[in-house]
């Protein structure tokens, strides 16, 4: 069973304007399959279509047509989303409590048991352990991407969903942003994230897809990179070139 399987998927967003309909496809006919245990990166421009990818695996929207399946269930199923972490690009958090206490609140609403255990182990993974008691309104954008990270893990997913991960962060956070990746992968688990960075998805990766527009234009494994100084980024230029993101909804 694969992790992620993606048939004819086609989001079309309305929106009603006075006396007309505008359409906008976020994606679309998006055939897709993620292996168990791999990295997998979604790479494209600002707009094309990535996050919208992403809401149709979480079942945060639904597809206008097309099918999807994530640990073998529909995006629907309560059972597969206890096996999945989720980080969205700009995530939120009570910023008055601190990294101890978010997590517990989160652990608590999921039912873990034995939360504090868990908790303090996350927060050794994540690194957090001497912050734990520091008010999330005094973390940096780096410490914030760590919490989220935290709270993906919390209740120990099977696969986890990454919007841009790695936005924002400077070197040292997006070098601690990766080996954590490369540790869940050690761990068995599966990683889907999204990126328009193309340096930090070749660093991470086992394979790639290149989204244009909302379209599947290119997939690539590792292989055909690693070793190739600039030969991602190569065919990723060669496949967005030309396009226009121009008067697309940003989503």
């Not at 034995?114 to 912050?131: F, K, N, P, S």
Request: hydrophobic share 40%.
């Amino acid at each position: 069973m694969d992790a992620i399987e993606l048939h004819n998927l086609t989001k079309v967003y309305k929106r009603q304007h006075l006396f007309s309909v505008q359409r906008t496809t976020g994606v679309e006919s998006l055939d897709l399959t993620v292996k168990q245990g791999e990295v997998f990166g979604l790479l494209g421009l600002n707009g094309s279509g990535k996050t919208t990818t992403i809401k149709l695996i979480l079942g945060l929207l639904k597809p206008t047509q097309g099918d999807a399946r994530i640990l073998g269930e529909r995006p629907s199923s309560l059972a597969m989303l206890r096996r999945v972490g989720y980080l969205p690009e700009v995530p939120y958090f009570y910023r008055y409590l601190t990294a101890s206490e978010i997590l517990t609140f989160y652990g608590t609403l999921s039912g873990i048991d034995r939360i504090r255990e868990r908790v303090d182990a996350i927060l050794d993974m994540v690194g957090m352990t001497e912050i734990r008691d520091k008010r999330l309104g005094e973390f940096s954008k780096g410490m914030l991407q760590r919490i989220g990270l935290a709270q993906s893990l919390l209740h120990e997913p099977d696969l986890l969903v990454y919007d841009e991960p790695v936005s924002g962060l400077d070197p040292l956070a997006m070098q601690e942003m990766r080996a954590l990746i490369r540790k869940l992968k050690e761990q068995g688990k599966t990683v889907f994230l999204s990126s328009h960075l193309i340096s930090e998805v070749e660093r991470m990766c086992d394979r790639v897809a290149i989204l244009v527009k909302g379209k599947l234009v290119h997939v690539l494994e590792q292989k055909e990179w690693a070793g190739k100084d600039g030969e991602l980024e190569r065919v990723f230029v060669e496949n967005v070139a030309g396009s226009s993101d121009m008067g697309r909804i940003k989503i």
